[in-house]
């Protein structure tokens, strides 16, 4: 709160035993404030300072007592570093474990990127690694302990951080996007990594518009083209259902785990599910009768998280689901083969106590490391050398793709798909466009162009030619 109520008195001596101080005061709104210096030059100094605000008309910050041009110069010197921790600090309840960790790395790039001197005594990449896990990290922040090389190196970026002011100067704000772009030995980043980067950049940018700190986003006078995200799923990772049911096969064979995740990856193949979504699965999430299709239905995923990224120190706190409301849940069918998985599974390993399908022998939640691994050397028995080193099925993710092409291709009605996937039909069709139907679709497509080019050649062949109005409804 600002106000122009404001009294500056006289100096006043204050006379010690072997010095005498002095001490400006004044006051703002009824508020009184001062400031004791150690010579009479430096008072008066100050004094002035605060006369020449008065006469100005300036206003004074009722809190702080300083004029205001002062309150807006400390503002823009606050550095980088300052202002990336503030920022941090105030998204992260808001923020999932892993978004906690990916806006960390962001903010720590950009930091190491806006320090003076360029050639500095710190080793760039253990900073980088202190500002991620310490820095950007209020729970550790608070209870770590940093060792005497690591506290000199945070120290010292913290101490060397540029003002937010300095990313007005255009080479300091290209330099900031570049951090984004490419590493410190020049190779680009993946789409993205950059993105993330990016995005982390832009917030911290937003937030010091928000504190008075910059007054404009100095990226916006950027105009390099960002990389373009792939966001079409290649024809090439999707298996044939007989390539599935190889690869399933060969997981039950991979040592005492393989067996605890075949039916895992048959979720991820016939039911269409991420894997964050299926290690959440409950038995009380499924619907498996006797005979035909059953269902799935679920609300809630298990992505794994670092435990200093959660609230509560667990590695797989469950959220909500992708694209969805806390508690909205979403349904997929459940096809004989996949009900027939599920019960041999349950029948065999039963479940966790929480009701969990898929756990580890001692009830924790399966990492993403261990059935990556599974995954990994039950490719490298089952495909061909050829097939093993194609992108086919080269995550387990890829599961879910081969799922969802397969529904397309059947012939199920895109917004259904988009339900069960937990899409919106828009990104389903987006994604998914070069998956449907595969080769066929060209196959199809070529007959109806030659029966419009040719239609007498299509009718000496005894075909009978799709006319303009079919094609046009059909498709």
């Not at 911290?204 to 404009?216: N, Q, W």
């Not at 069960?420 to 070529?446: F, N, P």
């Amino acid at each position: 709160m600002l106000s122009l109520d404001v009294r500056i008195w006289a100096i006043a001596p204050i006379k010690r035993a072997k010095k005498t101080t002095y001490k400006v005061r004044w006051g703002v709104a009824g508020q009184q404030f001062g400031k004791t210096y150690a010579s009479k030059q430096l008072a008066e100094s100050r004094r002035s300072e605060l006369l020449a605000a008065q006469r100005r008309g300036e206003s004074f910050d009722c809190e702080l007592g300083l004029p205001e041009s002062e309150i807006r110069a400390m503002r823009t010197n606050v550095t980088w570093y300052q202002n990336a921790i503030e920022f941090m600090d105030t998204v992260w309840p808001a923020l999932a474990p892993g978004s906690r960790r990916k806006l960390a790395e962001a903010l720590a790039t950009v930091t190491v990127a806006l320090t003076e001197p360029m050639i500095d005594p710190v080793d760039h990449a253990f900073a980088f690694r202190w500002l991620v896990n310490w820095s950007f990290n209020g729970r550790n922040r608070l209870s770590a302990i940093q060792d005497e090389e690591a506290a000199s190196a945070v120290e010292w970026i913290a101490a060397h951080s540029l003002p937010m002011s300095a990313l007005t100067d255009p080479q300091l704000a290209r330099r900031a996007y570049n951090s984004t772009t490419t590493d410190s030995f020049g190779r680009p980043y993946a789409v993205n990594t950059y993105r993330n980067k990016k995005k982390g950049l832009n917030g911290a940018i937003r937030y010091a518009i928000e504190m008075g700190r910059v007054d404009a986003n100095p990226l916006d006078r950027i105009s390099t083209i960002p990389p373009k995200r792939k966001s079409a799923v290649d024809r090439t990772v999707v298996i044939s259902p007989a390539q599935a049911r190889s690869l399933l096969d060969g997981v039950r064979g991979q040592g005492p785990t393989g067996p605890r995740l075949v039916a895992f990856f048959a979720v991820l193949y016939f039911a269409g599910l991420r894997p964050s979504e299926a290690l959440a699965l409950r038995i009380a999430d499924c619907h498996l009768p006797e005979q035909g299709w059953g269902n799935l239905r679920f609300a809630e995923s298990v992505p794994y998280a670092n435990a200093a990224w959660t609230d509560d120190g667990q590695t797989s706190p469950r959220q909500s689901l992708k694209h969805r409301a806390r508690g909205q849940s979403r349904t997929v069918p459940a096809c004989p083969e996949l009900v027939a998985h599920l019960k041999a599974h349950v029948e065999a390993f039963g479940t966790a106590s929480d009701g969990r399908l898929f756990f580890r022998l001692d009830g924790g939640p399966i990492r993403h490391a261990t059935y990556a691994k599974i995954w990994a050397r039950t490719r490298a028995q089952v495909l061909t050398p050829e097939q093993f080193a194609s992108p086919l099925a080269r995550r387990p993710y890829d599961l879910r793709h081969a799922a969802v092409s397969t529904w397309l291709s059947a012939g199920v009605p895109a917004p259904q798909v988009a339900e069960w996937a937990g899409h919106s039909v828009e990104m389903l069709l987006s994604t998914y466009a070069k998956c449907i139907d595969g080769s066929d679709q060209e196959t199809r497509a070529h007959r109806r162009i030659d029966a419009l080019l040719n239609p007498a050649d299509e009718a000496a062949s005894g075909g009978e030619p799709e006319t303009g109005t079919q094609m046009g409804h059909g498709d």
